[in-house]
Structures are given as structure tokens and as C-alpha cells.
DNA sequence: TGTACATCAGTGAACGCGCGTTCACTGATGTAC
DNA sequence: TGTACATCAGTGAACGCGCGTTCACTGATGTAC
């Protein structure tokens, strides 16, 4: 069992380190120190989430899994549930981040819905746990990140109708039909997004089929907006 | 506190009724008994579901709810996660239910997107449990509930494919195309049927927003098939 | 129909365990002079 | 630069609690004769 391996962190959790030594060896100021414990507290939470939802986490298995003691979380937290609300910030990142790189695609060349497609697969890969995290947290039972996640998920919807509007300028859309169109295309690329993750960790030969029905949904939904009239 | 009211259930809870002497009055064979424990099991964790998810619900609260020991949870379910399995049969019946109202309206006359719209908001306020159950744990923590979630899903989204195979039957489409439609309704679907939860029962005068807009989307996607040409 | 025995849904005591939270503390880091 | 004091991230013991699960049981219901 007390195989000498490189990782401090598996050391630790073997033979625990109380007094902080190995971390506190000099590098950077005590606030510094603290925020790499933060962030150390919200990594191992989105790990954690993998294959569980986060009402069934419990604060004690968090600060273990982060390598401190469980009245050590209160210095970070009022409790998992604030923890959560933190994580739905942190997991809109690498989406927000994906919506301004398919932005940029779209001005430069080819087809947008195969770019934005792949820019959706490459984000997913890169980040799969903040994804599943939102996916699964975005109708579980914690009402506080429930509600933070739809919050976010609005102004997301708010800036993908932007860009709707830009692509449909010619014609006499309005904000409603706009803002159902983007919605559309969110929810459906939701219901990819977990088919995606399931897909890559079990089924990788799946993946591509998932793709390529992501594409048709949306060259579906694209048709459908080229057919469109307003109505009152 | 031991005010009479005519519930037993509520009753039973203030001042147990240790012997099952109310329950076993007289009524029905012991085989009908149990099997009214059974649904009472099912019934409360449906209820308890409402807010929380059901990895956080645990034995001790559903055999409480229901008036039993929680020992007496064994004679009718190996564990939670089987309950839960079984949950999924029992809440995706008023689905089928409902897509077999859908397909009847749909011979005999008018819009068949309006009609399917109102169809699935009567079936969502009917059993808002057993909708909210399946939204919220289709990628909840519980691997099982989820993979029977999927299973069900799936089946379902055949029987829409063949819906939709007939409604196209002049067009060219293939089977996976088909699919590819009727997955992309059945996404936008489930994301209105929880809109319309989190609506019907905090923000009511919304409730005709949501319903128009997915009406709108499912016209949206109609008009895209109409506009749809199989490519390889 | 009556009797003797089998079945089995529900009981209740008991167990060890991990939980969230309290509290007084330690000692390295930060700050004021 | 050196010293005295304040701050505060992390410690560790302790608490009461609800949990899932075991076990031997009870007594009404069901069955065989």
C-alpha cells in the first residue's frame, strides 16, 4: 500500500500531511494558498459529480477528496449548496468560451453548422465534467443551482438570439420568434450533450453517429426558419 | 396537533397504528394488500420526488410515509434503486397514454400541432409527478433509473418514428432521418414539460407563453421537414 | 364445515457508520511600529 | 531591519442524528385434509 508514487495528492491521502507541510512550503501568500484550496474544493466536487448527482455528495467526502478536514470547508462555503451556485459559474465558462469561438468560425468560412458542431464536440471533450454537471444539475434537486443554472442558461438563450437576429436580418422576424428559435436549438443541443458524454466514456463508436444527428437537427431547424412567417 | 380529521393517512402519522389494524380491516385478500403497500410505496416516493432528487431520498423516509417499519420496505423492493426502476415503468404509462390520445386526435381533424400541444400540456398538469420524476432523474445520479429512462425513451422515440414515417409517406426520407426529426420533437418536448412544472406552480400566467412556444417549435421543426431533401 | 399447519407482510430492537456542525485550538503568515 | 501583535486557514475532538441492514418475532391469512 505505501507505494512511493509522484502524486503529493495520493501520498496524502495515505499518510495524511496535518500540519499542511508539503503545501505550505513556501509558495505564494496565505490568500493565494487559500484560493488554490477553493478551487481545489470545487475541482473535486465537479470530479465527483461524474457518475452522482450533487445532492448526494456530502461535505465531509469533499474536504477528504480535497485533503483537508470537513470544519476546514466552512473557511470556503456556507454549505454544498453555495458550493453548487459557485460550480454553475464555473462550468459556464468552458460554454460561453465555446459560443464565442462558434462566433468566430461563423465569420471566417465554410459551413456554420458543421463548425459549430464540431466546436460543440471539441468543448464537450475538453470539458466533459463541467457539462455534466450542468446537464444533470440543470433539472435536479437543488433548487438554488437549479435556478442558477436557468438563470445563466437565459442569458445564454438572450445571446444566441442576437445572433439569429443577425443571420435572419432580411426577413420580419421578431424577438419571440427569435428567442423560440434559439431555444430550440439550445434544448436540442442539451440533449446531445449528455448523449456525447455517455457516448465517449462507453460507447466511442456512437460518437460520430451523434454528430452527424446533431448536424441534421440543426440544418432541420435552419430549413424551418427559411420557411418561417411571423404570426401574430 | 391531534386535530380529527377525516384522513387516516394523516391520522396514521401523528398516532401509528403499530398492528396495520385500520389497513387490515377486512379488505381484500392478503395478496391485495400487499399490493396496495406496493403502489402506496411507489405513490409517496413520487410525491417525495417533487423537490428533491431521488438519490437523496432515502428507505427510512418513503417506509415512514407509507405507514410501514422500514424493515417491512424488503418485502416489496431489494432497495431504493429497484423502487426506482420500477418508478420509471409506472411514470412513463400517462406518456404512452398521452401519445395514444395524440395519435387519435391527429386522425380525426383541425391542427394537429395544436392538438398536440394541448394533449401533452392535459397530460403534464394530470401527472405532474410522474413527468417530473422522468425529466429529472433521465440523467440524475442513479445509473439504473437513468439506463431504464433511456431504454424508455428510446422505444418511444421508435413508435414517433413511425408516426412520422406516415405523415411523410410521399417524401424520400430514410429511417434515420426520421429519427433524427423525431428526436429533435422529442427534446424540445421534454424541455417544455418542465418549464410547464416549474410554471404551473409558481409563475401560472406563463404557462400560455410556454405552451405557444412549443407550438411554435414544433411547426418550426414541420416546416423544416417540408424543406428537407436525404443526403447520404 | 372444522382443524392443524404453513405462509408471509409487517414489527421492533439493535448494530455500526458517516453525516453536518460546534468548539477551542495552533501556528504560519501578515502588519504596524 | 527587528519585534510585537493580529489574522485566519486549517486542526481535531466531540455531539447527536438518521441512515441501511440484520435478526428473531408475531399473528392474521391461506391451504390441505
Request: cysteine-free; charged content about 30%; proline content about 3%.
Amino acid at each position: 500500500m505505501p507505494v512511493t508514487d509522484g502524486r503529493s495528492r495520493a501520498r496524502r491521502r495515505e499518510q495524511p500531511d496535518p500540519a499542511g507541510v508539503l503545501e505550505r512550503s513556501g509558495v505564494g501568500s496565505r490568500a493565494e494558498r487559500k484560493e488554490l484550496t477553493r478551487q481545489k474544493l470545487v475541482g473535486v466536487t465537479l470530479r465527483l459529480i461524474a457518475d452522482r448527482s450533487l445532492a448526494s455528495i456530502s461535505l465531509r467526502e469533499v474536504a477528504r477528496e480535497a485533503g483537508i478536514v470537513p470544519t476546514a470547508f466552512y473557511r470556503h462555503f456556507a454549505s454544498m449548496d453555495e458550493l453548487g451556485v459557485e460550480l454553475v459559474d464555473e462550468s459556464m465558462r468552458p460554454l460561453r468560451q465555446m459560443i464565442r469561438e462558434a462566433r468566430r468560425g461563423r465569420v471566417a468560412h465554410g459551413d456554420i453548422i458543421v463548425d459549430t458542431v464540431a466546436v460543440l464536440a471539441k468543448h464537450v471533450r475538453g470539458h466533459p465534467d463541467h457539462f455534466r454537471f450542468l446537464v444533470r444539475e440543470r433539472y435536479g434537486g437543488i433548487g438554488a443551482v437549479r435556478r442558477s443554472i436557468a438563470t445563466e442558461l437565459r442569458l445564454f438563450t438572450s445571446d444566441l438570439t442576437v445572433d439569429l437576429s443577425r443571420l435572419t436580418a432580411g426577413l420580419d422576424w421578431s424577438t419571440d420568434d427569435l428567442e423560440m428559435a434559439a431555444g430550440l436549438m439550445i434544448s436540442a443541443m442539451l440533449g446531445v450533450v449528455m448523449d456525447l458524454l455517455e457516448a465517449e466514456e462507453r460507447r466511442p463508436e456512437d460518437v460520430e453517429t451523434i454528430l452527424e444527428r446533431a448536424e441534421h437537427q440543426l440544418r432541420l431547424i435552419v430549413l424551418g426558419m427559411g420557411g418561417w412567417r411571423s404570426k401574430p
